[in-house]
C-alpha cells in the first residue's frame, strides 16, 4: 500500500491542513506552531506502514495513515503534541545537518530559556530530558528552500495512542538502548507547567524575535 503525502489542497477531510507543508507555498507564513485538530499518523518518507504501524490498530479507529515530504521516524499526532514548521530561504545551501541543528538549537534555547528544563541534543536531532525523548524532526529541501518540520510530545495522554498504533521503530539511535515507548519517551507537561496556548504563542514568538530563519546553511 502506498502513502502519498498530506498536501493542504488534500486534506479537506480534516480540520486543517496538519503537516505544515502549506508552508512550501511561497504566498503563506515562514513559520507555524500549532496544537493538531485531529489524530492521524505520519511515515517518514522512506518508511512502510506495515513495518512502523500497527495496521489493524489505526483501520478498527478510521486513523488516517500519511507520508510526509521529509524523512524521520513515523509519529502521531493529535491534540496531545506541538508541531512546528520554519520554512528557510536555502540558495544553493544542501547542508541538511546545518539546518538541522541551527532549528533543534533554537528550541533547545527557547525551552532552557523559558522553562529551565535541561534540555539536550541528541542523535538525529533528538531533544531529550534525562536521557529521554519529547522532540523528533524532519527536513525536506525542494529546489531553493528547506522546510523543518518537528513534533513536540506534550501531555503523558499522547503514550496510550503512541503505544496502540505505533510499532518498535524500524530504525532507533543508540540513545533509546531499546527501550520501549513509554520508557523512553517524555511528555513535557509531566517536567514543567506549561499552558499549551501559551507555548505556542511564545515558541512562535521566539522564532521571529530571534531571527532563527535568517539562516542559510
Known amino acids: 500500500m502506498t502513502y502519498k503525502p498530506l498536501f493542504s489542497v488534500h486534506s479537506d477531510f480534516l480540520p486543517e491542513e496538519p503537516l505544515g507543508e502549506s508552508l512550501l ?26 513495518r ?16 510526509r515530504y521529509g524523512g524521520g521516524g513515523c509519529v502521531v499526532l ?3 503534541s506541538v508541531c512546528i514548521a520554519l520554512r528557510y530561504e536555502r540558495g544553493a ?7 538541522l541543528e541551527h532549528s533543534t538549537k533554537a528550541i533547545q534555547s ?9 534540555v539536550e541534543i541528541k542523535d538525529n536531532y533528538d531533544l531529550t530530558i ?12 525542494p529546489k531553493g528552500i528547506c522546510l523543518y518540520s518537528a513534533v513536540i510530545l506534550l501531555d503523558e495522554a ?6 496502540k498504533y505505533l510499532q518498535f521503530p524500524s530504525k532507533v539511535p543508540d540513545h533509546r538502548k531499546g527501550r520501549n515507548h513509554t520508557d523512553f519517551l517524555v511528555p513535557l507537561k509531566t517536567q514543567t507547567d506549561i499552558d499549551t496556548k501559551q507555548f505556542i504563542v511564545s515558541l512562535e514568538k521566539y522564532i521571529l524575535e530571534n531571527k532563527i530563519l535568517e539562516f542559510l546553511g
Do not use: H
Not at 527557547?110 to 535541561?118: A, K, Q, R, S, V
Not at 499522547?158 to 503505544?163: G, P, R, V
Open 25 to 50: 507555498l511561497a504566498d503563506k507564513p515562514s513559520v507555524r506552531v500549532w496544537q493538531p485538530k485531529s489524530t492521524i499518523i505520519v511515515l517518514g518518507r522512506s518508511q512502510k506502514a506495515e
Open 52 to 67: 512502523e504501524v500497527f495496521i489493524e490498530a489505526s483501520k478498527e479507529d478510521k486513523i488516517p495513515i500519511f507520508k
Open 78 to 80: 493529535d491534540e496531545n
Open 93 to 99: 545551501s544542501l547542508d541538511i545537518t546545518a539546518f
Open 110 to 118: 527557547f525551552l532552557n530559556e523559558t522553562y529551565d528544563l535541561g
Open 130 to 141: 534525562e536521557d529521554k525523548k519529547f522532540l523528533g524532526s524532519s527536513l525536506y529541501m
Open 158 to 163: 499522547a503514550l496510550e495512542k503512541i503505544n
